[in-house]
């Protein structure tokens, strides 16, 4: 029997149900233009996490996807519009929203894209210009 703790998420509608297992890789603050676009916010709160970790457990035929560029797949309820994931197949990585995932402990460690910055955030949290290197990113910081 496995101890590896076992988050639930849905949709909007709840057309769409899934599961995240174990830990994320990474939490913290996104500020890119897409990731505003997308969630029609000044800022988009992620969880990253190995594609495996993920398991769409109801609605699957429901998920809809786009790509507006080939680093990133949106996916989204086809029923409510409601966002799910967006897949990073170049950094094998896969952002469930935070808002997704309530029941997890949401401990942000950093903001990325912060040049891109709309609503600075003064939180003592480390702020990356894009992303870190070990991501195909410059690691280059900026001051809050």
């Not at 609503?119 to 990113?137: A, R």
Request: hydrophobic fraction near 35%; include cysteine; aromatic fraction near 10%.
């Amino acid at each position: 029997m496995s101890s590896e703790q076992l988050y639930q998420g849905h949709c909007f509608c709840g057309a769409v149900e899934f599961t995240v297992s174990g830990e994320p890789v990474a939490m913290g603050y996104c500020h890119c233009q897409s990731c505003r676009q997308w969630s029609a916010a000044p800022v988009n709160a992620f969880t990253l996490w190995k594609p495996e970790a993920l398991t769409v457990t109801r609605g699957a035929d429901n998920i809809g996807s786009y790509n507006k560029t080939p680093r990133s797949s949106r996916k989204w309820c086809k029923s409510c519009g409601g966002h799910l994931f967006t897949d990073h197949p170049q950094m094998g990585l896969v952002d469930v929203y935070a808002a997704l995932v309530p029941q997890l402990a949401y401990t942000p460690g950093v903001h990325v894209h912060y040049q891109e910055a709309v609503l600075p955030i003064k939180d003592g949290l480390t702020k990356l210009q894009d992303v870190p290197t070990e991501m195909g990113g410059s690691g280059l910081t900026m001051p809050e």
